[in-house]
């Protein structure tokens, strides 16, 4: 059962008037106490928005669903089971658009779906840049401060696309839509279906629906700003739970760090709270997360806090 807690919805229209202070105290408090909101009024058209999800939904009918059933199917004739519990039940396919864009690589998409999702992606780009300028204020941290920590050696972050579609489910209580997992990156856009629900994030140990609102785009926050901010923002638990009706739609974009960028608490919030999280390169991050995705993210935390002081050891030990 989810909780009815209400969840944060920030009007971006409101930035530019004088209710501007009352919005980013909304912001602040998202970012603080729920490491997930709604955003509205984003600047992107609702026009590109609904070609998106048109596309997406045909692309799904007509290319992955009898794929997806015919395995889904086998899954659950064998008996669920061990099997089930870790799997997901999700078609997906992925998409990257820097620091190399793959989307023409990627096959049995058109190239008007293509087109449109590299449009869609442009557009995520510089919201997800002006996201971070919002928390950087919000944070009392100079303005580009976020963009450039997550550039790398060539000045670009990692910046992908999950696309996924989530069928009706005839055994929701075997399996799930998602497992619970943190995201391993940095802040994440959701364009999600508006009529198929499903999304939960944890909150106060009770599970919190996000509601399906058409033209919004919710926003989380990964592991690498809970580094980066020292613990004041936190990457928060979340789960799709499956559906019995209905085919839920998931576009999902990633902005995350370059592989090579080095990762750790901004000098002014460690400062002033005491250094708690470790430093390191976000490649290094990615290794670990990808065995342990749907474990507690504190023990990854804990090992790179490990090599930092096995390191430190061993030049007090040379020295």
């Given at each position: 059962?989810?909780s009815?807690?209400s969840?944060?919805i920030?009007?971006?229209?409101?930035l530019?008037?004088?209710e501007?202070?009352?919005?980013m105290?909304?912001?602040?408090d998202a970012?603080?106490?729920?490491?997930?909101?709604?955003?509205l009024d984003?600047g992107?058209s609702?026009?590109l928005?609904?070609e998106?999800e048109?596309?997406t939904k045909?692309?799904?009918?007509r290319?992955?669903e009898?794929r997806?059933?015919?395995?889904a199917?086998?899954t659950l004739e064998?008996?669920?089971?061990k099997?089930?519990?870790?799997?997901?039940?999700?078609s997906?396919?992925?998409?990257?658009?820097?620091?190399e864009p793959?989307?023409a690589e990627?096959p049995?998409?058109?190239?008007e779906?293509r087109r449109?999702?590299?449009?869609?992606a442009?557009e995520?780009?510089?919201l997800?840049?002006r996201?971070?300028?919002?928390?950087?204020?919000?944070?009392?941290?100079e303005k580009g401060?976020l963009?450039?920590?997550?550039?790398?050696?060539?000045?670009?972050?990692?910046?992908g696309t999950?696309?996924?579609s989530?069928?009706p489910c005839?055994?929701p209580d075997l399996v799930k839509?998602?497992?619970?997992?943190?995201?391993a990156?940095g802040?994440?856009?959701l364009f999600?279906?508006d009529r198929?629900g499903?999304?939960q994030?944890l909150k106060d140990s009770?599970?919190?629906d996000?509601?399906?609102?058409?033209?919004s785009?919710?926003?989380?926050l990964?592991d690498?700003?809970e580094?980066?901010?020292?613990g004041?923002?936190?990457?928060?638990l979340?789960?799709?739970?499956?559906?019995?009706?209905?085919?839920?739609?998931?576009?999902?974009?990633f902005?995350n760090?370059?592989s090579d960028?080095?990762?750790f608490?901004?000098?002014?919030l460690a400062e002033a709270?005491?250094?708690?999280?470790?430093?390191f390169?976000f490649?290094?991050?990615?290794?670990?997360y990808?065995r342990?995705?749907?474990?507690?993210k504190?023990?990854?935390?804990?090992?790179f806090?490990?090599?930092?002081?096995?390191?430190s050891s061993?030049?007090i030990a040379t020295?």
């Amino acid at each position: 059962m989810a909780s009815t807690l209400s969840f944060p919805i920030i009007d971006m229209g409101l930035l530019r008037g004088e209710e501007r202070p009352a919005a980013m105290n909304l912001l602040q408090d998202a970012c603080e106490n729920w490491g997930f909101f709604q955003v509205l009024d984003h600047g992107i058209s609702t026009e590109l928005m609904d070609e998106v999800e048109k596309m997406t939904k045909e692309h799904y009918k007509r290319v992955r669903e009898q794929r997806f059933l015919e395995f889904a199917s086998k899954t659950l004739e064998d008996g669920g089971g061990k099997a089930a519990e870790n799997l997901d039940w999700e078609s997906t396919f992925f998409v990257r658009h820097l620091p190399e864009p793959n989307i023409a690589e990627i096959p049995d998409l058109d190239d008007e779906y293509r087109r449109v999702m590299k449009r869609f992606a442009s557009e995520l780009e510089r919201l997800a840049e002006r996201l971070l300028d919002l928390l950087c204020e919000n944070l009392g941290l100079e303005k580009g401060y976020l963009t450039r920590a997550f550039r790398g050696s060539k000045g670009v972050p990692t910046f992908g696309t999950k696309v996924s579609s989530y069928p009706p489910c005839p055994r929701p209580d075997l399996v799930k839509g998602l497992r619970a997992h943190t995201d391993a990156g940095g802040i994440i856009l959701l364009f999600q279906d508006d009529r198929v629900g499903g999304l939960q994030l944890l909150k106060d140990s009770e599970w919190v629906d996000v509601p399906p609102t058409r033209h919004s785009i919710v926003v989380n926050l990964g592991d690498q700003l809970e580094v980066i901010t020292n613990g004041r923002y936190k990457s928060v638990l979340h789960r799709v739970v499956a559906q019995t009706d209905g085919n839920r739609m998931s576009i999902a974009s990633f902005y995350n760090p370059a592989s090579d960028a080095v990762i750790f608490p901004a000098p002014a919030l460690a400062e002033a709270a005491g250094g708690a999280y470790p430093k390191f390169v976000f490649e290094d991050y990615m290794k670990l997360y990808v065995r342990h995705k749907f474990e507690d993210k504190e023990p990854r935390f804990e090992a790179f806090k490990s090599v930092e002081r096995q390191q430190s050891s061993n030049l007090i030990a040379t020295a």
